[in-house]
């Protein structure tokens, strides 16, 4: 008896129960990982795309020629539009999967940018690191726009602290509104552009401060100083530049409290008779084939629209809308950032003296919003400017706008790129959408992926509110590239109807499809970014934000989730999950 | 890549890229030492290829033809050398022997030159003076000129002379001539204050 019950204990061991299931291994996912098992919480952590390895994924450092196809690819992918991403770039994510598509309503654009790699698209994003102001939080009481969020300013700066801590975020304190000062590390001096491009904004009485980017301009958490070599984007095999997968989730493998489940799907959510989630399906793709990992509660982190696809998926009788959809606001108010880029020519920058100019990856200085008061202004709320320039590493590329503007060839071609390298300034702006009944993700009932996972079909449409903003940028970056006695390259007064403005989609900033808020009826997501239908349901990423304001979103994702996770260890501990 | 000198870039050259890093962080000895041994790897393995290149794409006819139109675009000049020594041709011949399209946008665009060549001076590119050279490409070097005649050898010179520039940039040797100081390590970041005071004074924002 003893041993036949012994046996059937080995044939259907019980699984293990994880206090958590974290969906999704980006910014929100890699702080609730963070957070949780700094907390001692037992995690399991599902990514569907391979573990990064640094030392074997990073490009940080190669020069061009050490590559025999120099960053074309093996089959001269860049020249053909066929290159996912940059040859050099860090592991981070594809605007086509195999086997993984996505569709677009007839009559829209859209390019979803989605992320299959431990760290996801933190591997490699931007850093720009911006807290949204304390008017960002109130959009509907500040102009009868979109919704307010159900919580404030106040209520999440002491997250923001945290975050900036933990991440590492340099910057000044500056007082200005649009620009909330932060938990800073010591800015980065400007490059020689920089410079001319503060002057020229301060005779427009435009603001132009220290930017605010998560690397290390000192060591902190055991993380080596920056060492200035503007590679971040590569991936830096120091951790200067913040990821979630080196600064959050290797460290969290080390406690022993994280088991890290790669090339997991997630295709739906268990839910019990209670209305509860008890476990996640997920596909192993290395075998493909079903598996179930159970949970006492979930953190679904798998971006904005992954996230909207899992809960829609998640159909039950009990939940025929799919999980806590009981408002029908899933997948709804999709927003992307507004982009406009312009570039100039600075001929006061020709000849420059040549010295080292990579810095940190991006940025040393920018322009935060500063027409908040005006009174006549044509669009609604605002954008603030990225910049670019300096003696960047050539690549396949650097000169093909020296190439179509002075055509020819020969040494008058190559007097003519000479001349202009490091003389060419660029103006990126980042805009605010408002959300609109136009613009959502749905479940597209006619596709399944290669996994048999239905599919998202994507319907997107700028207002007049975002081209009017793009307008306004175009004139605005015109006017400081007359300032500094620059050349605008491209059109000086282009057609600008929808000519200009970014695809949605394509700034990679998408926003708002699980958003929070105090009423059911209206939003799936409590303050806490809890479902209000499903109370052991969490969702950290930048789905439950309520709005997307000028200041891009990866600092409040980090902000909330570590406000979820602790709200979701205490609920834990206290047996409310 | 023949005839850019991998050896250029030392053993030691790529120790040193990499190995401030070493002293900068105790806590990723191991991952920074994996990638010294990746990069080194890869830069013992590009110098071990010697010898003239042999084209995989082209004829010897057609890449005799590419490194004439490379060093016409971007030929030697007083401060640096041209495309032929920065790999070139060797570049656009192995991208193109692994992608047909852009083989047949290089033979088709090579043969075009000869016809054209041929029709006005009974000679092939190669064999034309140089006079006739440069006259042909005074004409297919600009989209103003562009007429049913010149057209497929405006859009294949819009190629050539992309890729040529791409390659030559993206060698040692291009990235000497334009300066580029970059790709180390600084321990501080700062800018010379000669750099800035040049920018200011050819600025009207002094």
């Not at chain 1, 007839?106 to 979803?112: S, T």
């Not at chain 1, 679904?300 to 606001?329: D, H, I, Q």
């Not at chain 1, 605008?488 to 958003?515: C, D, K, M, Q, Y």
């Not at chain 1, 789905?543 to 994702?557: A, S, W």
Request: proline share 5%; net charge neutral.
């Amino acid at each position: 008896m003893w041993y036949l019950w012994k046996e059937m204990l080995q044939i259907q061991p019980r699984p293990q129960v994880y206090d958590v299931v974290v969906v999704g291994s980006g910014a929100g996912g890699g702080t609730a990982v963070k957070v949780l098992t700094d907390l001692g919480v037992n995690v399991a952590l599902l990514e569907a795309g391979p573990m990064l390895n640094p030392a074997r994924d990073f490009k940080e450092h190669l020069w061009p020629w050490q590559v025999p196809h120099r960053g074309a690819g093996d089959n001269a992918e860049l020249y053909f539009g066929r290159m996912q991403w940059g040859y050099f770039s860090a592991p981070n994510g594809y605007w086509d999967i195999d086997g993984e598509p996505y569709t677009v309503a007839p009559g829209n654009e859209f390019r979803w940018f989605r992320s299959r790699i431990v760290g996801g698209r933190t591997n490699h994003y931007g850093r720009i690191s911006l807290r949204f102001s304390d008017y960002d939080f109130k959009p509907y009481s500040t102009d009868g726009l979109g919704t307010d969020w159900p919580i404030t300013y106040d209520e999440v700066s002491p997250w923001y602290d945290k975050a900036e801590g933990f991440m590492g975020v340099t910057g000044t304190k500056e007082g200005i509104r649009s620009a909330p000062d932060g938990n800073f590390l010591p800015p980065i001096p400007p490059r020689v552009h920089e410079i001319l491009i503060k002057r020229a904004c301060e005779k427009l009485s435009i603001p132009c401060i220290p930017s605010r980017m998560a690397m290390l301009t000192k060591s902190i958490h055991g993380r080596a100083a920056c060492h200035y070599c503007g590679q971040c984007g590569r991936g830096c095999v120091t951790a200067s530049a913040f990821t979630s997968s080196q600064a959050m989730i290797f460290p969290a493998m080390k406690t022993g409290k994280l088991t890290v489940i790669s090339g997991a799907m997630a295709r739906e959510l268990i839910t019990n008779d209670e209305g509860r989630v008890t476990a996640v399906s997920y596909v192993d793709k290395a075998t493909r084939t079903e598996k179930r990992i159970r949970c006492r509660s979930v953190v679904v982190a798998a971006s904005a629209c992954e996230s909207a696809r899992l809960l829609l998926n998640s159909k039950t009788s009990r939940f025929p809308n799919g999980l806590a959809n009981g408002s029908g606001m899933v997948g709804r108010n999709l927003t992307d950032t507004v982009g406009y880029g312009l570039n100039g020519h600075i001929p006061a920058l020709s000849g420059l003296p040549r010295h080292n100019s990579d810095g940190i990856g991006g940025m040393h200085m920018y322009v935060p919003w500063w027409e908040l008061d005006k009174k006549n202004k044509d669009f609604p709320r605002g954008y603030h400017i990225e910049l670019g320039g300096g003696f960047g590493m050539p690549q396949l590329g650097s000169f093909r706008s020296a190439c179509n503007r002075h055509e020819g060839y020969g040494k008058a071609l190559k007097n003519k790129i000479r001349e202009e390298y490091g003389a060419i300034v660029g103006f990126a702006g980042r805009g605010e959408m408002i959300p609109n009944e136009h613009t959502f993700c749905e479940i597209d009932p006619n596709v399944v992926d290669r996994w048999g996972i239905p599919v998202l079909r994507f319907h997107y449409r700028w207002s007049e509110h975002e081209l009017k903003m793009a307008k306004h940028m175009h004139e605005t970056f015109v006017r400081i590239i007359d300032s500094m006695g620059g050349t605008v390259l491209g059109l000086r007064n282009p057609e600008r109807e929808e000519g200009g403005i970014s695809v949605g989609g394509t700034i990679i900033h998408e926003a708002g499809t699980v958003r929070m808020g105090d009423d059911p009826k209206t939003s799936p997501l409590n303050r806490y970014c809890q479902a209000h239908e499903v109370k052991n349901l969490f969702v950290s990423d930048a789905g439950p934000m309520v709005g997307n304001p000028d200041k891009n979103v990866t600092l409040t994702i980090v902000a909330l989730a570590w406000r979820t996770a602790e709200y979701l260890a205490e609920e834990l501990r206290k047996g409310n999950v | 890549m023949s005839e850019e000198r991998y050896d250029e870039l030392s053993r030691r050259e790529i120790l040193r890229n990499i190995g401030l890093g070493l002293t900068l962080t105790a806590g990723g000895a191991d991952l920074l030492s994996a990638q010294a041994a990746q990069h080194v790897h890869q830069a013992v393995a590009e110098q071990k290829k010697s010898g003239p290149y042999k084209p995989k794409c082209f004829t010897a006819h057609e890449y005799r033809t590419l490194q004439k139109l490379a060093d016409l675009i971007v030929p030697a000049d007083e401060k640096s050398k041209g495309a032929i020594e920065a790999g070139a041709p060797e570049f656009i011949d192995l991208l193109a022997s692994n992608n047909a399209d852009l083989a047949a946008i290089f033979t088709g665009g090579l043969a075009w030159m000869d016809r054209e060549m041929e029709r006005r001076h009974k000679a092939n590119f190669v064999s034309a003076t140089p006079e006739q050279q440069t006259a042909l490409l005074d004409a297919i070097a600009y989209r103003k000129n562009d007429a049913p005649e010149i057209a497929p050898g405006i859009r294949f010179f819009a190629w050539a002379r992309n890729m040529t520039v791409d390659a030559f940039y993206t060698s040692r040797t291009g990235v000497d001539d334009l300066g580029y100081k970059g790709n180390g390590s600084m321990s501080e970041f700062s800018v010379p204050e000669e750099a800035i005071q040049y920018a200011l004074r050819r600025s009207n924002l002094a």
